[in-house]
């Protein structure tokens, strides 16, 4: 009776450790990507991400594309039209989003911009997705993404710290609308241009407006905040895109 006794409690034990074992290796299937949504944003504390924003935001006020060429992944992917409505850049604070599964990030700029021509200092939100090479180097990523690292995007946009961080930045725009006249009709010309360049009804859009739709900065007080099924690795706006 004893020893029946005996191989039922080692029978038993035996099927509790399997069951354990199979929910452990459940659990550690599930995509490290689905971490991004929930990830607590780091502050400017990643120094070689800052440096390389602060680097990349000098050469695109300057236009120098051979500098311009040393931080990114693919140069010919800046067109060097892009940059020339831009004045200068203050204020910059980068939140980062680290992707678990390899050397990479999700890293959503704020920072005020000076439009040419323009009084009032534009608050902004740009997003970057930045890669370390082989070499250990840092740079701004434009080529093409895999399915996992849209899923880190897609997923890295949603996160609720960038959702509120967005709606500040929106509250900020809105309040600058309402006391800069001049930037208030600069602004609704742009909207104007964008949405018939975006709808095939002008051809001869401003320099502003053609930077605009290719994903330059522009000002948003409701900006599109999901990326496609296969998002830009960069992408920006006054506001927030």
């Known amino acids: 009776m004893k020893l029946k006794y005996k191989k039922m409690v080692i029978i038993a034990s035996i099927v509790v450790m399997a069951l354990g074992f199979v929910a452990l290796v459940f659990l550690d299937n599930g995509s490290p990507n689905q971490n991004a949504q929930t990830a607590d944003l780091n502050l400017n504390e990643n120094k070689d991400i800052n440096k390389l924003i602060e680097n990349y ?22 067109p060097k039209d892009r ?11 980068c939140y980062c989003i680290k992707n678990e599964e390899m050397d990479s990030y999700r890293v959503y700029v704020k920072y005020n911009m000076k439009l040419k021509n323009i009084e009032s200092w534009v608050p902004c939100l740009t997003k970057y997705y930045v890669k370390i090479t082989s070499e250990g180097k840092y740079v701004i990523y434009f080529s093409a993404l895999d399915n996992s690292e849209v899923e880190f995007i897609n997923l890295a946009d949603k996160n609720e710290e960038i959702q509120k961080l967005k709606q500040e930045v929106n509250k900020s725009m809105s309040d600058i609308l309402e006391k800069d006249a001049t930037f208030k009709q600069y602004y609704q010309k742009m909207q104007k241009e964008i949405k018939a360049a975006a709808n095939g009804e002008s051809s001869s859009a401003s320099p502003a407006a053609s930077a605009a739709s290719n994903g330059t900065a522009v000002p948003s007080t409701a900006p599109s905040t999901a990326p496609s099924s296969v998002p830009s690795a960069s992408s920006s706006a006054p506001a927030a895109n």
Do not use: G, H, Q
């Open 57 to 78: 935001f000098n050469a695109k006020k300057s236009v120098n594309m051979d500098a311009l060429s040393e931080l990114v992944s693919d140069p010919s992917r800046i």
């Open 83 to 93: 940059y020339t409505i831009l004045a200068s850049y203050k204020d910059f604070d």
